[in-house]
C-alpha cells in the first residue's frame, strides 16, 4: 500500500482512516466512508484499483467532473477513463476495447448510463474488482440532491454480489447513512465516518440587511483573499458580480444558465487566481479543487444544513483559517416555503420542511454553532466554546423587553392565537392593511400601539421570543403564534422578558472612493495555520517558512503556460498546496523536488526542468 501510494500518489504517509477503509477494501469487503471535503475519499478507492487485477467502476453524478477525474489520474500515470456522451463514437470504442483489454484501472460513468441494459451486458465481459459509489448522499431522499436513478444502484449487487463496494460521501446525517447501506445492499459493511468538526473555519450569522454594503466592508478588510459568494437565483449572481466588479472588486458569476464554455473560463480564472471573487449558484463548487478560498459568503439562505455544510466546505481545505458568513433574513425562509408548497409530493414537500426548520434552527442557535451543526450530523462536540464562531466569540447583552412583550402577547391572546407573527406585527404598528380592516382589528385597543418600534422590529422580537420560549409557532407554513406557559406568567406579572442579543464590533469602514475595477493576480500570503488543523500529507520533516508570495505567482504563470499547452485544468499540472510548498521549500535539483508533497519521478520527467528553471531564474535576482 504504501509503495503504491509513493509511486503513483508521491505521499509517504495517509490521512486519517485512509489506511483503513483501503485495507477493508483489499481484503474483500463493502464500506461506507463519509469524510469531509477536502479529507481524502477518492484515494480510498483510487489506490485499491491499482492494487487489484480488475478494472474499478466509479459512479460519479456530474458528466462535467470526469474529465477532470481523469486528467487527474492520468497526469499521475494512472490508466482511467471516463465513459459518457461527450465522446464520438470513434473514442467510446477506443476505450471499450482498452477496458477488454485489461488496459483501463478506473472507469468513470454515470448512474444513468450504467444503469443501461447494453451497458450492464457489456460490464458482464469485464473482469470487475471494485464499485465506487461517488455522491452517495443522492441515493436517500432524506439527502440534500437526491437523484431517482441512484436508487436503482442496488442492481449493481445483484449482477456483481461478490464483487466489493464503497460508497463516499462529504455530507450525510445518521438517517442518510441507513439509506446508503440499505439502498444500495451492502453487505455488513465497514462503517468510517470522519470527523465533521473543519477546526479552521469560523461560522457566522448576520442579519440581512444592507447585504451590499457589508460585503464591501468585509472585502475592504480582506482584498487579497479568494472567494465564494451563493446565491439562490442566477440572475442575483450576474447582478450582485457587477456590483461587486464596479466597485473595485472583480467578480465573475456562474450559474447553469451560462454557456458551457463560458462556465468553464469563469471556473478556470478563480482557479488560477485570475479574479479573486466567484458569484454563484450552487451549480458551481461540486470537484473545484481550490485550496486557498479563505471566506464562503452565503447572500441567501441555503435550503437545508447538508447544502450549507457542503458550500462551506469549499473554504480552508489547505488547512488555513478561512470564514463562513451566512446572511439571514426570514424573507429568504418565505421564498423557499412559497417553493416548497408547490410540490406535488407530500413525502418530498413533508422532508423539505423539515429540512428547511433545522437549517432555520442553525441560524437562531443562541449557543454555540459548531456544536449544533456537528450535532446534526450526528457527531457529539465536547467543548463549551469552539472559539470560532460568532456566538462563541462575541459578547452576549441582555435586553428586558417586557414592556414591549406584554403589548405582543396581549395581542396574540386578544385575537384568539389564530394569526402570524406579520399579521401581529402589522397591528402593533398600526399598518392599515386589508386584511387588518375587513377583520376590525384597526378598532382593537393595541392597533397602533406600538409606534415606538417599526412592523419589522416587531416581528423580530416576536421571533426572538419564539426562540426563548416565550411564544410558540406551529410547523406548517403559516405558522401560526400562540401563549406558551412561559407567555402566561409574563402576562400574570411573574416574569420579565429577557433576550439575549449579540454584541456586534465595529466594522472597518471602506475609503469613499473605491479603486477602479482590475483582475488581481498576486498571490495572497496564506495566513498561519490553525494550530490544531488536521495535517496535510508530509513527505518533508524540515520545518516550514514563510510562503514567497512572488515565487508563487512566477510558478503559477509557468503552471498556466503548461496546462494551457496541454488543454488541461491548471490543477492537474499541480495544485496550489504544491506550489505553495515550491515557493517555501525553493528546491534547486530533482533530487530536492522529489521531498515535495504531490510531485513524484512523472512530474519531474514533464515538467520539473520548467519548475527548477523558474526558481533558479528568481533566486539570481
Same mark, same amino acid.
Given at each position: 500500500?504504501?509503495?503504491?501510494?509513493?509511486?503513483?500518489?508521491?505521499?509517504?504517509?495517509?490521512?486519517?482512516?485512509?489506511?483503513?477503509?483501503?485495507?477493508?477494501?483489499l481484503a474483500g469487503k463493502d464500506v461506507l466512508t463519509v469524510m469531509p471535503t477536502g479529507g481524502g475519499k477518492s484515494l480510498c478507492y483510487q489506490l485499491p484499483a491499482l492494487? %487489484?487485477?480488475?478494472?474499478?467502476?466509479?459512479?460519479?453524478?456530474?458528466?462535467?467532473?470526469?474529465? &477532470?477525474?481523469?486528467?487527474?489520474?492520468?497526469?499521475?500515470?494512472?490508466?482511467?477513463?471516463?465513459?459518457?456522451?461527450?465522446?464520438?463514437?470513434?473514442?467510446?470504442?477506443?476505450?471499450?476495447?482498452?477496458?477488454?483489454?485489461?488496459?483501463?484501472?478506473?472507469?468513470?460513468?454515470?448512474?444513468?448510463?450504467?444503469?443501461?441494459?447494453?451497458?450492464?451486458? %457489456?460490464?458482464?465481459?469485464?473482469? /470487475?474488482?471494485?464499485?465506487?459509489? &461517488?455522491?452517495?448522499?443522492?441515493?436517500?431522499?432524506?439527502?440534500?440532491?437526491?437523484?431517482?436513478?441512484?436508487?436503482?444502484?442496488?442492481?449493481?449487487?445483484?449482477?456483481?454480489?461478490?464483487?466489493?463496494?464503497?460508497?463516499?460521501?462529504?455530507?450525510?446525517?445518521?438517517?442518510?447513512?441507513?439509506?446508503?447501506?440499505?439502498?444500495?445492499?451492502?453487505?455488513?459493511?465497514?462503517?468510517?465516518?470522519?470527523?465533521?468538526?473543519?477546526?479552521?473555519?469560523?461560522?457566522?450569522?448576520?442579519?440581512?440587511?444592507?447585504?451590499?454594503?457589508?460585503?464591501?466592508?468585509?472585502?475592504?478588510?480582506?482584498?487579497?483573499?479568494?472567494?465564494?459568494?451563493?446565491?439562490?437565483?442566477?440572475?442575483?449572481?450576474?447582478?450582485?458580480?457587477?456590483?461587486?466588479?464596479?466597485?473595485?472588486?472583480?467578480?465573475?458569476?456562474? *450559474?447553469?444558465?451560462?454557456?458551457?464554455?463560458?462556465?468553464?473560463?469563469?471556473?478556470?480564472?478563480?482557479?488560477?487566481?485570475?479574479?479573486?471573487?466567484?458569484?454563484?449558484?450552487?451549480? %458551481?463548487?461540486?470537484?473545484?479543487?481550490?485550496?486557498n478560498v479563505r471566506f464562503v459568503i452565503h447572500h441567501d439562505l441555503p435550503k437545508n444544513l447538508e447544502s450549507y455544510y457542503q458550500e462551506t466546505g469549499r473554504a480552508g481545505?489547505?488547512?488555513?483559517?478561512?470564514?463562513?458568513?451566512?446572511?439571514?433574513?426570514?424573507?429568504?425562509?418565505?421564498?423557499?416555503?412559497?417553493?416548497?408548497?408547490?410540490?406535488?409530493?407530500?413525502?418530498?414537500?413533508?422532508?423539505?420542511?423539515?429540512?428547511?426548520?433545522?437549517?432555520?434552527?442553525?441560524?437562531?442557535?443562541?449557543?454555540?454553532?459548531?456544536?449544533?451543526?456537528?450535532?446534526?450530523?450526528?457527531?457529539?462536540?465536547?467543548?463549551?466554546?469552539?472559539?470560532?464562531?460568532?456566538?462563541?466569540?462575541?459578547?452576549?447583552e441582555l435586553w428586558n423587553a417586557t414592556d414591549s412583550a406584554l403589548k405582543l402577547l396581549a395581542c396574540v391572546r386578544d385575537t384568539g392565537e389564530r394569526y402570524g407573527l406579520?399579521?401581529?406585527?402589522?397591528?402593533?404598528?398600526?399598518?392599515?392593511?386589508?386584511?387588518?380592516?375587513?377583520?376590525? *382589528?384597526?378598532?382593537?385597543?393595541?392597533?397602533?400601539?406600538?409606534?415606538?418600534?417599526?412592523?419589522?422590529?416587531?416581528?423580530?422580537?416576536?421571533?426572538?421570543?419564539?426562540?426563548?420560549?416565550?411564544?410558540?409557532?406551529?410547523?406548517?407554513?403559516?405558522?401560526?403564534?400562540?401563549?406558551?406557559?412561559?407567555?402566561?406568567?409574563?402576562?400574570?406579572?411573574?416574569?420579565?422578558?429577557?433576550?439575549?442579543?449579540?454584541?456586534?464590533?465595529?466594522?472597518?469602514?471602506?475609503?469613499?472612493?473605491?479603486?477602479?475595477?482590475?483582475?488581481?493576480?498576486?498571490?495572497?500570503?496564506?495566513?498561519?495555520?490553525?494550530?490544531?488543523?488536521?495535517?496535510? *500529507?508530509?513527505?518533508?520533516?524540515?520545518?516550514?517558512?514563510?510562503?514567497?508570495?512572488?515565487?508563487?505567482?512566477?510558478?503559477?504563470?509557468?503552471?498556466?503556460? /503548461?496546462?494551457?499547452?496541454?488543454?488541461?485544468?491548471? %490543477?492537474?499540472?499541480?495544485?496550489?498546496?504544491?506550489?505553495?510548498?515550491?515557493?517555501?521549500?525553493?528546491?534547486?535539483?530533482?533530487?530536492?523536488?522529489?521531498?515535495?508533497?504531490?510531485?513524484?519521478?512523472?512530474?519531474?520527467?514533464?515538467?520539473?526542468?520548467?519548475?527548477?528553471?523558474?526558481?533558479?531564474?528568481?533566486?539570481?535576482?
Amino acid at each position: 500500500m504504501l509503495k503504491t501510494l509513493k509511486q503513483y500518489f508521491h505521499y509517504d504517509s495517509f490521512r486519517p482512516l485512509q489506511k483503513e477503509i483501503i485495507e477493508d477494501i483489499l481484503a474483500g469487503k463493502d464500506v461506507l466512508t463519509v469524510m469531509p471535503t477536502g479529507g481524502g475519499k477518492s484515494l480510498c478507492y483510487q489506490l485499491p484499483a491499482l492494487m %487489484f487485477t480488475g478494472v474499478t467502476v466509479v459512479i460519479s453524478p456530474l458528466i462535467s467532473l470526469m474529465k &477532470d477525474q481523469v486528467d487527474s489520474m492520468q497526469a499521475n500515470s494512472i490508466p482511467a477513463e471516463f465513459l459518457n456522451s461527450t465522446l464520438d463514437a470513434a473514442e467510446a470504442i477506443r476505450i471499450k476495447m482498452a477496458l477488454k483489454q485489461g488496459q483501463v484501472k478506473l472507469l468513470y460513468v454515470s448512474p444513468e448510463r450504467i444503469l443501461r441494459e447494453g451497458f450492464i451486458s %457489456f460490464l458482464e465481459k469485464l473482469d /470487475i474488482s471494485l464499485f465506487a459509489v &461517488d455522491e452517495a448522499h443522492c441515493i436517500s431522499d432524506w439527502g440534500h440532491d437526491f437523484r431517482p436513478e441512484y436508487s436503482q444502484l442496488a442492481v449493481l449487487r445483484e449482477k456483481y454480489p461478490q464483487v466489493p463496494m464503497i460508497a463516499l460521501t462529504a455530507t450525510a446525517n445518521p438517517k442518510v447513512r441507513e439509506d446508503i447501506v440499505s439502498q444500495l445492499k451492502l453487505k455488513e459493511p465497514s462503517i468510517y465516518c470522519a470527523s465533521f468538526d473543519r477546526k479552521n473555519l469560523y461560522y457566522e450569522i448576520r442579519p440581512k440587511k444592507d447585504t451590499h454594503a457589508q460585503i464591501l466592508r468585509y472585502l475592504y478588510v480582506h482584498r487579497e483573499s479568494s472567494g465564494i459568494i451563493y446565491c439562490q437565483s442566477q440572475q442575483a449572481t450576474e447582478n450582485i458580480a457587477a456590483k461587486l466588479t464596479a466597485d473595485g472588486f472583480p467578480a465573475l458569476p456562474y *450559474h447553469a444558465g451560462l454557456p458551457q464554455e463560458l462556465r468553464r473560463k469563469h471556473q478556470e480564472a478563480f482557479i488560477q487566481d485570475q479574479v479573486r471573487i466567484i458569484v454563484a449558484t450552487v451549480a %458551481f463548487g461540486m470537484g473545484i479543487d481550490k485550496a486557498n478560498v479563505r471566506f464562503v459568503i452565503h447572500h441567501d439562505l441555503p435550503k437545508n444544513l447538508e447544502s450549507y455544510y457542503q458550500e462551506t466546505g469549499r473554504a480552508g481545505r489547505d488547512g488555513n483559517p478561512a470564514d463562513c458568513i451566512l446572511f439571514y433574513s426570514y424573507g429568504d425562509k418565505h421564498k423557499i416555503e412559497y417553493f416548497i408548497s408547490d410540490m406535488e409530493d407530500s413525502h418530498q414537500k413533508q422532508l423539505a420542511y423539515s429540512k428547511l426548520k433545522s437549517i432555520l434552527a442553525y441560524c437562531d442557535e443562541k449557543g454555540c454553532r459548531r456544536k449544533a451543526l456537528l450535532r446534526y450530523f450526528g457527531e457529539n462536540y465536547l467543548p463549551v466554546n469552539c472559539s470560532s464562531c460568532d456566538n462563541c466569540t462575541a459578547p452576549i447583552e441582555l435586553w428586558n423587553a417586557t414592556d414591549s412583550a406584554l403589548k405582543l402577547l396581549a395581542c396574540v391572546r386578544d385575537t384568539g392565537e389564530r394569526y402570524g407573527l406579520g399579521y401581529i406585527s402589522d397591528i402593533l404598528s398600526g399598518y392599515p392593511s386589508e386584511k387588518i380592516y375587513e377583520r376590525g *382589528h384597526d378598532r382593537h385597543s393595541l392597533f397602533g400601539s406600538g409606534r415606538e418600534m417599526k412592523q419589522p422590529q416587531w416581528k423580530t422580537l416576536g421571533r426572538e421570543m419564539v426562540d426563548s420560549g416565550y411564544l410558540q409557532v406551529t410547523p406548517d407554513i403559516y405558522q401560526v403564534a400562540s401563549l406558551t406557559g412561559q407567555s402566561l406568567k409574563v402576562l400574570q406579572g411573574k416574569q420579565p422578558v429577557l433576550i439575549s442579543r449579540r454584541i456586534q464590533a465595529p466594522i472597518p469602514q471602506p475609503p469613499i472612493h473605491t479603486p477602479k475595477a482590475r483582475i488581481i493576480t498576486k498571490s495572497p500570503v496564506s495566513r498561519k495555520a490553525d494550530s490544531q488543523k488536521q495535517p496535510l *500529507h508530509q513527505k518533508s520533516e524540515a520545518p516550514r517558512g514563510e510562503m514567497d508570495a512572488i515565487l508563487y505567482e512566477k510558478l503559477r504563470v509557468m503552471r498556466k503556460q /503548461i496546462a494551457d499547452k496541454k488543454d488541461v485544468p491548471a %490543477f492537474v499540472v499541480m495544485h496550489n498546496t504544491v506550489l505553495e510548498e515550491l515557493s517555501i521549500q525553493k528546491p534547486q535539483t530533482e533530487k530536492e523536488l522529489l521531498k515535495i508533497a504531490g510531485i513524484g519521478p512523472r512530474k519531474i520527467q514533464e515538467f520539473g526542468e520548467n519548475i527548477l528553471a523558474v526558481i533558479k531564474e528568481y533566486l539570481k535576482k
